[in-house]
């Protein structure tokens, strides 16, 4: 999505933490989203964060948040082979429409 | 159960066929949407429900025309598609109101041959 936007490569050493990072332009978003496809199957949610929210934090995962700058962040503790996927970066308002960015490609290597 | 499930997993089907993809959620939710994503892209919504009504159609080519017979299946008919309409059909369901954290089916994957 063009409201959207991401990187769309990050290369990262096993073991490393990984940041994956988002710019939204939807000042009245309400909940940012971060979703994981892997190749050839369904997205699976991560985790989001509420807009009034700085930073949420859940096991190797750490979402930032940036309301001033419309900028959103992931950090991927200890990043794995497993953690090899594309990250969507997601926006909705509660109007039922998420606004997904064009995804960020994560590659994990040894 | 967080799971939303969606059959067949694997689709092929010519331009003159008739199908029907289906998807299933059974954790409470009352929105169910349809997603299309083409390769190496982001999902782009279809259609939403809410309380098994028809509640956004995003300029969708009536040639996929979607059903919720209840509030727990939603089902997409497929008829004289093109090649171009090949993709992933993502299914997605999530709660009314404040809280629209979306769960994703793993999707079907289409070919219009």
């Known amino acids: 999505g063009e409201d959207v936007e991401q990187s769309p490569f990050l290369s990262v050493r096993e073991g490393d933490s990984s940041v994956i990072n988002c710019t939204y332009t939807?000042?009245?978003?309400?909940?940012l989203y971060w979703y994981k496809q892997e190749p050839g199957a369904g997205l699976q949610l991560l985790t989001y964060?509420?807009?009034?929210?700085d930073m949420k934090q859940d096991q190797r995962l750490t979402v930032l948040l940036n309301k001033k700058d419309k900028h959103l962040s992931l950090r991927i503790a200890d990043t794995q082979t497993g953690d090899s996927a594309i990250y969507f970066c997601a926006e909705s308002n509660n109007d039922y429409k998420l606004s997904f960015g064009a995804g960020t490609t994560v590659t994990v290597r040894a | 159960d967080t799971e939303v499930t969606q059959t067949p997993k694997h689709l092929v089907m010519g331009m003159t066929n008739k199908k029907s993809l289906k998807c299933e959620q059974h954790?409470?939710?009352?929105?169910m949407y349809w997603y299309k994503q083409k390769a190496k892209k982001p999902p782009e919504l279809m259609f939403v429900?809410?309380?098994?009504?028809?509640?956004i159609n995003e300029s969708v080519p009536s040639r996929f025309s979607p059903e919720c017979p209840n509030s727990s299946l939603l089902n997409l008919h497929l008829h004289a598609l093109q090649p171009e309409d090949s993709a992933l059909y993502l299914c997605?369901?999530?709660?009314?109101?404040?809280?629209?954290?979306?769960?994703f089916g793993q999707g079907t994957r289409l070919t219009v041959v």
């Open positions: 997605a369901s999530s709660q009314v109101g404040t809280e629209t954290e979306a769960f």
């Open positions: 964060i509420f807009s009034n929210m």
């Open positions: 429900y809410s309380y098994e009504k028809l509640s």
């Open positions: 954790m409470g939710h009352r929105a």
């Open positions: 939807d000042s009245s978003s309400t909940y």
